[in-house]
């Protein structure tokens, strides 16, 4: 059996030990996600079956959550109009990092049937990253299941860089927002 070489900590740099821990944290991070469920649209239907005893999400460790501050997954069930949108934004920046984004249905995608209305946005992935889309209309439960477990698979392959992607391209996105939306502040109480 081939040996693993060990090395101590202290031969390690900061950027070896920064990744390994991240490596640790994204382990258990795939492992228990807790889920902020934003159900804009029809496509909600799906959860209760996947939560419960059918489909049991907890098998994979997952579970809801009521606070953006606690969440690990933003879930978007459906279309989004422009008022929405807005509350879907501040929640999104409430959420810590690393953060991602399961978007369920077509209407995310495209629009869907709401694609020529004047009050509905047509493609989530201009306001906020996506990294999970599921498509259907509706999307039936295993298709949903399959969306958080090829979300665990990104996690581990570490290609879930949504909220990186909001970082690097926060000016494309903020103007985006801008032009739908007017401009979208996020408040931050506890330092204003
Ligand atoms: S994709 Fe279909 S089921 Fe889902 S929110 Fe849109 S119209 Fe409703």
Redesign the pocket.
């Known amino acids: 059996m081939k040996s693993t070489k060990f090395t101590p900590a202290s031969k390690l740099s900061k950027a070896e030990i920064d990744r390994k821990w991240w490596e640790v944290g994204d382990f258990f991070r795939r492992n228990s996600l807790w889920m902020l469920m934003y159900c804009?649209?029809?496509?909600a239907i799906e959860l209760p079956p996947a939560m419960t005893s059918a489909y049991d999400m907890e098998r994979l460790g997952m579970g809801p959550m009521a606070t953006p501050r606690q969440a690990d997954i933003l879930l978007v069930?459906?279309?989004l109009s422009l008022k929405t949108l807005r509350r879907l934004i501040y929640t999104y920046e409430q959420m810590s990092e690393p953060r991602y984004v399961v978007a369920?249905?077509?209407?995310p995608i495209n629009g869907?049937?709401?694609h020529d209305s004047h009050a509905v946005i047509n493609k989530l992935d201009q306001y906020i990253p996506v990294d999970v889309y599921v498509a259907?209309?509706?999307p039936n439960t295993e298709s949903v299941m399959n969306g958080f477990v090829d979300l665990m698979d990104q996690i581990k392959r570490k290609t879930a860089v949504g909220w990186k992607k909001y970082h690097e391209n926060n000016a494309w996105y903020k103007e985006n927002q801008k032009t739908s939306l007017g401009e979208v502040v996020v408040h931050d109480e506890f330092h204003e």
């Open positions: 804009t649209g029809c496509c069930s459906g279309y369920l249905g077509s209407c869907g049937i709401y259907g209309c509706m």
